[in-house]
């Protein structure tokens, strides 16, 4: 079983590396294909991912920061492997850009999506595999930081505008997910390869929720995970502007 993971990043230096071995431990015994789409980054996570990788992917079963905060590749005997690859964007598009451009190539059996900060915990994932990989139970399952697990709380009018998003996407398919803006979204390869993406900006979650959804034959599972999230002043991007184009996308994507 090979487990796809795909990370967008766009200025993400000081995180980049850690979030990487984070997601190498988890779930040791699974092999892991990392797909690092750099989306035209300007604060040198471009420059340090093609000093990590100056000959495209890497492989091995181990994966460390150093001394430099260079990732440290070694070999052990164990039956899983990670293999990293970069993938450079010419100019930013965003966070949905940069999502089609790794699903486009990824070859996994499941696919989960990371993003390159430390707000999510890879250790979630343990649970979502088991539903879909073990169980057999799942096609689909959603992250939710509404059930109960570490919450960082933040800004109340970023709540509000999830709660109405998710609402609101429940009332036009019909279903009963609390956080469909969560970035923890895993499925099978089958399902990934099947969604028709086109957004380019953080309208992605409504347009991945919205294809998955439409696909009435779908098991669709959903799980709590932790959320430590950032301020502005510590790297945050999404803005309430993205908050009012999701509320449209909805609308748009269910009649695509």
Known sequence: MLLSVIIPVYNERQTLGTVLTMVCRVLPNVSKEIIVVDDCSTDGTREWLKANFPNGGRSGSTIALDA????????????????????????????????????????????????????????????????????????????SRFYGRPHRSLYFHHYLANRTISTLFNLIFNQTLTDIEACYKMMTGAVA?????????????????????????????????????RTYAEGKKINWRDGLKALWYIFKYRFK
Do not use: C
């Open 193 to 229: 390869r099947s969604l028709r993406l086109s957004a380019d900006d953080f309208g992605i979650e409504v347009e991945m929720s919205a294809e998955i959804a439409r696909q009435r034959n779908l098991r669709i599972y959903e799980l709590g995970i932790s959320y430590f999230g």
């Open 68 to 143: 430099a905060g260079d990732l440290a590749f070694t070999s052990a005997a164990k039956p899983s492997t990670v293999t990293i690859r970069p993938i450079f964007h010419e100019h930013n598009r965003g966070k949905g850009g940069a999502l089609q451009s790794g699903f486009a190539v990824f070859g996994g059996d499941l696919v989960v999506v990371q993003d390159a900060d430390l707000e999510y915990d890879p250790r979630d994932w343990e649970q979502m595999y088991n539903l879909i990989a073990e169980r057999l139970v799942a096609d689909v399952v959603f992250g």
